[in-house]
């Protein structure tokens, strides 16, 4: 997907679930990541985060483009 979509920011794949478990975005029935998107600053923090409630929850795009344009 990287390559396809030419991405420049790093993606995350964490099919042993480790990183899903330690963000807490494990969905409790279905074994799987709840919807969720992160937003790291430069100094490695947290500086937004969405977590879906379903597969269908997710933020809208500009909301996500506001958030990045907030992050300095």
Same mark, same amino acid.
């Given at each position: 997907? &990287? &390559?396809?979509?030419?991405?420049? #920011?790093? &993606? &995350?794949s964490d099919s042993y679930r480790g990183l899903i478990?330690? #963000?807490g975005v494990l969905h409790p029935t279905e074994g799987i990541s709840r919807p969720a998107m992160f937003i790291i600053d430069k100094e490695g923090r947290i500086a937004w985060q969405y977590v879906g409630m379903d597969a269908s929850d997710r933020p809208a795009a500009e909301r996500v483009l506001n958030e990045l344009r907030a992050v300095k």
């Open positions: 997907m &990287v &390559v396809e979509m030419n991405l420049t #920011y790093p &993606v &995350v478990r330690e #963000y």
